[in-house]
């Protein structure tokens, strides 16, 4: 049975963005592929350092998580930087990544996302990252109430993943030549 990228992004919605970025319709469960994180399950802790929070590494060729990560303030540090280098809107219909990695980020505390599309605090980030356009990666924010925003972010993402050691997972892009 093969688990299709919708599903593992989170068990509330299949996300369709449109004008108004709204839910449509809702996906099937992950059946235990990984740890689905309800919309109001990650409620900010006050900073506790106690708390272990994991980001998940995605492989959609796969279709598996290949690598969980503790979320350091490293992490949180480059996850602000994501939001800061928000250059638009996608206006992407549907996202169905067919290659690359998408990386799931939880925020305990949330950060707060302001630029000119939205004012809100995010407790959850999806970083979709296709080899081919590896300088233009996709940023999905849930805000705390649950609602999804598709940017595309202009942060140069190489030098984190280098240092997560996540760059191995992005699998060179096949030659079109014959």
């Given at each position: 049975m093969l688990i299709s990228l919708k599903m593992y992004l989170r068990p509330a919605a299949l996300l369709l963005f449109a004008a108004s970025f709204c839910f449509l319709a809702p996906p099937a469960a992950l059946a235990?592929?990984?740890?689905?994180?309800?919309?109001?399950?990650?409620?900010?802790?006050?900073?506790?350092?106690?708390?272990e929070i994991r980001a998940q590494l995605y492989d959609v060729d796969e279709q598996k998580v290949v690598q969980t990560l503790l979320v350091t303030e490293e992490m949180r540090s480059e996850a602000l930087k994501w939001i800061g280098g928000i250059k638009e809107v996608a206006v992407q219909s549907k996202i169905d990544a067919v290659q690359g990695v998408v990386l799931k980020l939880p925020l305990d505390p949330p950060l707060a996302v302001n630029n000119r599309w939205l004012q809100a605090s995010t407790n959850e980030l999806f970083l979709f990252l296709d080899p081919a356009k590896l300088n233009e990666p996709l940023l999905l924010v849930f805000t705390t109430p649950g609602k999804p925003y598709l940017f595309k972010t202009?942060?140069?993402?190489?030098?984190?993943?280098e240092q997560e050691r996540l760059l191995r997972y992005l699998k060179p892009i096949p030659s079109s030549e014959s």
């Open positions: 235990g592929r990984m740890q689905a994180t309800p919309v109001h399950a990650v409620p900010p802790s006050a900073g506790s350092p106690t708390q202009s942060v140069q993402i190489k030098p984190f993943l």
